[in-house]
């Protein structure tokens, strides 16, 4: 009788009866300007001080079909960054580019044909599928960004013993939490750092930039897109769910509860504020920490935003036969497809 299941359910449901009741005195604008508001206010946007860029180029090595270099550069707060920029072959002039954002795992190399030890991968992908690799093989320029808490980006203490494809997720997150910071924030500003990068560079085109992210990279990818229009198409990979339906029915990461969010939006709505621009949601039906009964809801709710929009081609999806793992094969293609169109002008 004194658990609180019940209570914990009630507060739920009287937060979402107080949204609908401030929606129903609002027009669609302010609606949506409040929710760019309460989401810039919970990841703090605009409130760690950005630092210099200053890019270094670590190495670059040529492939068959591409060329990788790794790099660093500079975002907040003194941190900086590494990261792969992987640059296709063959092409004459400015190229669209990709962010591609990986999720939990061994960070940056895994999406970009490495092991954790930064040599070549020449099995089969893993969930992760590689997909900064199968982007840069369709013409983009991807960059890849080591997302902190993983990787090389982990605390001393998780790199001990050789230690591979843990975080340091809670203690960041935590700690983070004492300065009134928290890690999607500083994730989310580190990967609008890292578009500056990519559009300082002589080999992505203005304004043609995409992203592409994958579970935890998904999350970063949806918020940033919402709140950048710089993004012009997004592919939001095993992660559009809702929060009563996946964060808070599983034992998930730390990183993916954002400080405030339900007092004014559920999370179809945060992806909401990515149109009417591009956005494609992939998901696999047996994903059990992003159930598929609620990516239907987010998606019907998107489809629903779309057509409000007079966007409803700007928005596909793809409901596969997978687990938690990145099936590209309708995403890779609708990404080309917008880009090139975006490249044109059209």
Same mark, same amino acid.
């Given at each position: 009788?004194?658990?609180?299941?019940?209570?914990?359910?009630?507060?739920?449901?009287?937060?979402?009866?107080?949204?609908?009741?401030?929606?129903?005195?609002?027009?669609?604008?302010?609606?949506?300007?409040?929710?760019?508001?309460?989401?810039?206010?919970?990841?703090?946007?605009?409130?760690?001080?950005?630092?210099?860029?200053?890019?270094?180029?670590?190495?670059?090595?040529?492939?068959?079909?591409?060329?990788?270099?790794?790099?660093?550069?500079?975002?907040?707060?003194?941190?900086?960054?590494?990261?792969?920029?992987?640059?296709?072959?063959?092409?004459?002039?400015?190229?669209?580019?990709?962010?591609?954002?990986?999720?939990?795992?061994?960070?940056?190399?895994?999406?970009?044909?490495?092991?954790?030890?930064?040599?070549?991968?020449?099995?089969?992908?893993?969930?992760?599928?590689?997909?900064?690799?199968?982007?840069?093989?369709?013409?983009?320029?991807?960059?890849?960004?080591?997302?902190?808490?993983?990787?090389?980006?982990?605390?001393?203490?998780?790199?001990?013993?050789?230690?591979?494809? @843990?975080?340091?997720?809670? %203690? $960041? #997150?935590?700690?983070? +939490?004492?300065?009134?910071?928290? =890690?999607?924030?500083? !994730?989310?500003?580190?990967?609008?750092?890292?578009?500056?990068?990519?559009?300082?560079?002589?080999?992505?085109?203005?304004?043609?930039?995409?992203?592409?992210?994958?579970?935890?990279?998904?999350?970063?990818?949806?918020?940033?897109?919402?709140?950048?229009?710089?993004?012009?198409?997004?592919?939001?990979?095993?992660?559009?769910?809702?929060?009563?339906?996946?964060?808070?029915?599983?034992?998930?990461?730390?990183? @993916?509860?954002?400080?405030? %969010? $339900? #007092?004014?939006?559920? +999370?179809?709505?945060?992806?909401? =504020?990515?149109?009417? !621009?591009?956005?494609?949601?992939?998901?696999?039906?047996?994903?059990?920490?992003?159930?598929?009964?609620?990516?239907?809801?987010?998606?019907?709710?998107?489809?629903?935003?779309?057509?409000?929009?007079?966007?409803?081609?700007?928005?596909?999806?793809?409901?596969?036969?997978?687990?938690?793992?990145?099936?590209?094969?309708?995403?890779?293609?609708?990404?080309?497809?917008?880009?090139?169109?975006?490249?044109?002008?059209?």
């Amino acid at each position: 009788m004194w658990n609180p299941d019940a209570i914990m359910e009630n507060l739920y449901h009287s937060y979402e009866q107080k949204r609908q009741a401030q929606q129903g005195q609002e027009t669609a604008d302010q609606t949506r300007e409040r929710l760019k508001q309460g989401l810039a206010g919970s990841l703090q946007i605009g409130m760690l001080e950005e630092d210099e860029l200053r890019p270094v180029l670590l190495e670059r090595v040529e492939w068959e079909d591409h060329i990788r270099e790794r790099i660093e550069f500079g975002t907040v707060l003194g941190f900086r960054v590494p990261a792969y920029v992987l640059i296709p072959k063959g092409k004459k002039g400015p190229s669209a580019a990709v962010l591609a954002l990986h999720g939990h795992g061994y960070g940056s190399r895994q999406i970009s044909g490495l092991l954790p030890d930064g040599s070549e991968n020449t099995g089969e992908p893993d969930s992760h599928g590689n997909y900064a690799l199968e982007l840069v093989r369709r013409g983009f320029v991807v960059m890849v960004p080591e997302v902190i808490g993983f990787g090389d980006r982990r605390l001393v203490e998780d790199v001990k013993d050789g230690k591979v494809g @843990n975080s340091s997720c809670q %203690a $960041l #997150a935590s700690h983070l +939490l004492l300065y009134g910071i928290s =890690l999607a924030g500083l !994730r989310v500003q580190e990967a609008q750092r890292a578009i500056d990068y990519m559009l300082s560079r002589e080999d992505v085109a203005a304004h043609s930039v995409g992203c592409f992210g994958f579970s935890g990279g998904a999350l970063i990818a949806s918020y940033a897109a919402a709140l950048d229009e710089r993004v012009k198409a997004t592919v939001l990979c095993a992660f559009p769910n809702t929060f009563k339906g996946s964060i808070m029915h599983v034992r998930h990461c730390i990183d @993916n509860y954002l400080p405030g %969010a $339900l #007092a004014y939006a559920e +999370l179809p709505e945060l992806m909401g =504020l990515i149109a009417p !621009r591009p956005l494609f949601i992939a998901s696999g039906k047996q994903d059990r920490i992003f159930p598929v009964a609620t990516v239907e809801v987010a998606i019907q709710y998107l489809q629903d935003q779309y057509a409000e929009a007079g966007a409803a081609e700007n928005l596909g999806f793809h409901l596969y036969e997978g687990k938690h793992e990145v099936n590209g094969t309708q995403a890779y293609p609708w990404l080309v497809e917008v880009m090139e169109k975006e490249l044109s002008g059209r």
